[in-house]
T-cell receptor
Framework: KAGVTQTPRYLIKTRGQQVTLSCSPISGHRSVSWYQQTPGQGLQFLFE???????NKGNFPGRFSGRQFSNSRSEMNVSTLELGDSALYLC????????????????FGPGTRLTVL | AQRVTQPEKLLSVFKGAPVELKCNYSYSGSPELFWYVQYSRQRLQLLLRHISRESIKGFTADLNKGETSFHLKKPFAQEEDSAMYYC?????????????FGGGTRVLVKP
């Protein structure tokens, strides 16, 4: 199976702009999670989508939003970009089989590196 | 609140020497603990999880609830073990997937 793919891989924006990042999960995976990775804060959970619904949310401002489509593909949007939003944004997908008793293994994409100037 | 701490940012060992990466956590419920690894120019991937109680690439980790630790160990380090290692936590059986990561430990295995 093809792995998790993220587009674009690199992005340069200026302060105040908005940006949309895309994630295609592994075929058959129904859950998509997003993480922000920075040298200062490390890996931080943004949100998780399952069946087109946001199921978990991290501690990020409302400028960060996302959505999931019926084919499980997901997008995240950051509005009014700030310099501090420069980061590697990782997407992870998992199977979310029914009746599970433990957390599913998450499979990560290569990330989108966003630079805000 | 859940928190994961990896006290060492960098561990440098010689090939064949033992290596231990420390991970401590704080969580009020029953945690699930994981180790993820990122080799150079590769994506983050799961190395092992405490529920599986298995050894992957010679690495083992034991969950110690009394000391709230999940240290990763390998008796004989190899050069290909050089990578960034992240300890992560999730609430057991929690609805959804939310991983809380530690800051990571870079392991350098010298020949």
């Amino acid at each position: 199976k093809a792995g998790v793919t993220q587009t674009p891989r690199y992005l340069i924006k200026t302060r105040g702009q908005q940006v949309t990042l895309s994630c295609s999960p592994i075929s058959g995976h129904r859950s998509v999670s997003w993480y922000q990775q920075t040298p200062g804060q490390g890996l931080q959970f943004l949100f998780e989508y399952f069946s087109e619904t946001q199921r978990n949310k991290g501690n990020f401002p409302g400028r960060f939003s996302g959505r999931q489509f019926s084919n499980s593909r997901s997008e995240m949007n950051v509005s009014t970009l700030e310099l501090g939003d420069s980061a590697l944004y990782l997407c992870a997908s998992s199977l979310m089989s029914s009746g599970r008793a433990s957390t599913d293994t998450q499979y990560f994409g290569p990330g989108t590196r966003l630079t805000v100037l | 609140a859940q928190r994961v701490t990896q006290p060492e940012k960098l561990l440098s060992v010689f090939k064949g020497a033992p290596v231990e990466l420390k991970c401590n956590y704080s969580y009020s419920g029953s945690p699930e603990l994981f180790w993820y690894v990122q080799y150079s120019r590769q994506r983050l991937q799961l190395l092992l999880r405490h529920i599986s109680r298995e050894s992957i690439k010679g690495f083992t980790a034991d969950l110690n609830k009394g000391e709230t630790s999940f240290h990763l160990k390998k008796p004989f380090a190899q050069e290909e073990d050089s990578a960034m290692y992240y300890c992560a936590l999730s609430g057991q059986g929690a609805a959804g997937n939310k991983l809380t990561f530690g800051g990571g430990t870079r392991v350098l295995v010298k020949p």
